[in-house]
């Protein structure tokens, strides 16, 4: 919601910009500043986090909120089947939570007729990428310290964000970043900036790199995709918006595939 909201008054990449330039000012001051900064640079992480997150962004301004959140969970289904390459093991419980989740996120994100188009097709190559750089975290955050990790990727994809609003901006409206109405652009997304930023990259993101020290990356990424289940949730609590019975369902569904994805194994 954030995101499309954001998108509102900027564009995809100068959204990214700032929202990632946010979460590594937020990492660097609060998990960085006063420890000891490692020495190598994750560029591959921080290159498949930014391709990933542009693809979701400028996908969403071409198909609805409900296609572009169910085929963006879509990656609970593909970081399993990349495990598979790292020769991680395919459970059937962690197969059986998959399914359920997948099915979880339909009854919740509602996208109805999934047509091929090209907003679709880009937020499917998101999630794959997206799917990539949850093994690329479990990879990463065995050799490099949490804090810097998160920094490290944050900074690389605010760097390539600026690029890309750069060249946005000469193609659609050059000198539009030095413009008046730029300044009152970014005032306007503020609200998801900020929320984008420090909630969503700032503290998530680098919260995932430390809860993947411990996880693998096939139950991590059942339990990431619960990011719908507290999206519903928290617009009911917040905003007062309904829940019907089939959201209900689809929430119901992914909490049992999360409970069930944590479990100790029960099937070989």
């Not at 995809?12 to 590594?24: E, V």
């Not at 495990?83 to 109805?112: D, S, T």
Request: with cysteine.
């Amino acid at each position: 919601m954030a995101q499309r909201l954001g998108m509102e008054s900027l564009d995809p990449f100068t959204y990214n910009a700032i929202r990632f330039a946010l979460g590594t000012l937020f990492v660097w001051v609060f998990f960085v500043q006063k420890k000891k900064q490692g020495r190598s640079i994750p560029w591959l992480m921080g290159t498949v986090l930014f391709i990933a997150a542009s693809l979701q962004q400028v996908g969403m301004m071409f198909t609805s909120a409900g296609s572009a959140g169910f085929i963006t969970g879509l990656y609970v289904v593909m970081v399993p089947m990349l495990g598979l390459f790292r020769k991680q093991k395919l459970h059937f419980q962690i197969v059986l939570a998959v399914i359920l989740a997948v099915m979880g996120m339909f009854f919740i994100n509602r996208p109805g007729s999934l047509t091929v188009s090209l907003g679709n097709l880009l937020v499917l190559i998101s999630a794959a990428f997206f799917a990539w750089h949850v093994q690329l975290v479990d990879y990463y955050t065995k050799k490099i310290e949490t804090g810097y990790l998160a920094f490290s990727q944050f900074a690389i994809c605010a760097l390539y964000s600026l690029a890309g609003a750069l060249i946005w901006s000469l193609v659609k409206d050059p000198g539009y970043l030095v413009s008046a109405k730029f300044g009152v652009d970014v005032w306007h997304a503020a609200l998801p900036l900020l929320y984008g930023g420090l909630f969503s990259v700032g503290i998530a993101y680098t919260l995932q790199i430390k809860a993947q020290k411990k996880a693998e990356p096939g139950k991590a990424a059942v339990i990431m995709c619960l990011e719908g289940v507290f999206a519903l949730f928290g617009g009911w609590m917040i905003l007062g918006e309904e829940i019907g019975l089939r959201t209900i369902i689809g929430a119901s569904l992914m909490l049992f595939a999360m409970l069930l994805s944590v479990l100790p194994q029960l099937f070989d």
